[in-house]
């Protein structure tokens, strides 16, 4: 399961990163009426990916540290509110 879950992302990264680098690539030549030629993005044509990339790089590293402690409180909510199995032996 987990090295067909790598493949696949590879896979849809391999198609998705070059659409997305293609589609935030220059800017100030594609939209002049909101990217100015003098302004970052006219002078750094590529900012625009690398800004988007990077924030969606910080989104996920704060996901991962929080998803885990959310988790965790969540499963040990779940474990208390069984009954353990040793609790039960006695009934087989």
Do not use: E, N
């Given at each position: 399961?987990?090295?067909?879950?790598?493949?696949?992302?590879?896979?849809?990264?391999?198609?998705?990163?070059?659409?997305?680098?293609?589609?935030?690539a220059?800017?100030?030549?594609?939209?002049?009426?909101?990217?100015?030629?003098?302004?970052?993005?006219?002078?750094?044509?590529?900012?625009?990916?690398?800004?988007?990339?990077?924030?969606f790089?910080?989104?996920?590293?704060?996901?991962?540290?929080?998803?885990?402690?959310?988790?965790?409180?969540?499963?040990?909510?779940?474990?208390?509110?069984?009954?353990?199995?040793?609790?039960?032996?006695?009934?087989?």
């Amino acid at each position: 399961m987990g090295i067909s879950l790598v493949s696949t992302t590879w896979g849809v990264g391999l198609i998705v990163g070059p659409s997305v680098g293609g589609f935030f690539a220059q800017p100030a030549d594609k939209y002049p009426d909101i990217f100015s030629q003098d302004s970052l993005f006219g002078r750094f044509p590529y900012i625009l990916y690398c800004l988007c990339m990077s924030a969606f790089a910080a989104l996920i590293a704060i996901v991962c540290i929080w998803l885990p402690v959310y988790l965790l409180d969540h499963l040990l909510y779940f474990l208390k509110s069984f009954p353990s199995l040793w609790s039960t032996w006695g009934f087989l």
